[in-house]
């Protein structure tokens, strides 16, 4: 297995959001209802991200396996605002690895306190890499749905 980290490029967009669909309905299916599910992944458009990416403001980062695209992290204004990986390639080590790319660029940048709002099933592997729980919060999804979340905090 050949992996390769990278920073991403506007052509990447279609499959980040592919890849973010996918993880939600897959990976998060056993912690949230079917509509928060629908409406979480239906946040990403292809557009958005593409513009976001070629920005330059928020830092995206691939991972690819076999030169195939298996994840991507997203590291903006002192918080992790996006980790997902594909359910195929899910329990590799991809999630660490994007997850240190984004703390590499936070550390960069001079953040000191790194934040994520860690969904509910991944708030374990945050802990496991270090962050601890400071509040619950409920984020907004369209429809006037809301999703729960635990605010979480590392010291880098
Ligand atoms: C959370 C996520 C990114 C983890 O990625 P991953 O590639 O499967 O995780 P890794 O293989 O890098 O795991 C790193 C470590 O965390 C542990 N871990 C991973 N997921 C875990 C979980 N849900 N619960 C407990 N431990 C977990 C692994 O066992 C591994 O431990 P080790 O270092 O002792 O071997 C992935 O499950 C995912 O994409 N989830 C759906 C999307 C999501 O919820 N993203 C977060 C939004 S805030």
Same mark, same amino acid.
């Given at each position: 297995?050949?992996?390769?980290?990278?920073?991403?490029?506007?052509?990447?967009?279609?499959?980040?959001?592919?890849?973010?669909?996918?993880?939600?309905?897959?990976?998060?299916?056993?912690?949230?209802?079917?509509?928060?599910?629908?409406?979480?992944?239906?946040?990403?458009?292809?557009?958005?991200?593409?513009?976001?990416?070629?920005?330059?403001?928020?830092?995206?980062?691939?991972?690819?396996?076999?030169?195939?695209?298996?994840?991507?992290?997203?590291?903006?204004?002192?918080?992790?605002?996006?980790?997902?990986?594909?359910?195929?390639?899910?329990? &590799?080590? !991809?999630?660490? $690895?994007?997850? %240190?790319?984004?703390?590499?660029?936070?550390? *960069? @940048? =001079?953040? &000191?306190? !790194?934040?994520? $709002?860690?969904? %509910?099933?991944?708030?374990?592997?945050?802990? *496991? @890499? =270090?962050? &601890?729980?400071?509040?619950? $919060?409920?984020?907004?999804?369209?429809?006037?749905?809301?999703?729960?979340?635990?605010?979480?905090?590392?010291?880098?």
């Amino acid at each position: 297995m050949s992996t390769v980290l990278r920073a991403a490029e506007p052509e990447d967009a279609n499959v980040i959001c592919e890849i973010f669909r996918l993880s939600i309905l897959d990976l998060c299916a056993d912690y949230y209802t079917v509509d928060q599910l629908l409406a979480w992944a239906k946040s990403f458009e292809p557009n958005a991200i593409r513009y976001a990416i070629g920005n330059g403001q928020a830092k995206f980062f691939i991972v690819e396996v076999d030169k195939r695209v298996a994840g991507f992290s997203v590291f903006y204004d002192g918080m992790v605002r996006a980790l997902y990986v594909h359910p195929l390639f899910a329990g &590799k080590g !991809l999630g660490a $690895a994007l997850l %240190n790319a984004a703390e590499a660029e936070a550390r *960069k @940048q =001079g953040v &000191k306190k !790194l934040l994520v $709002a860690a969904s %509910n099933n991944s708030q374990p592997f945050y802990k *496991k @890499q =270090g962050f &601890k729980v400071i509040a619950d $919060a409920e984020y907004p999804l369209a429809g006037n749905l809301t999703m729960h979340c635990y605010t979480m905090e590392k010291e880098i």
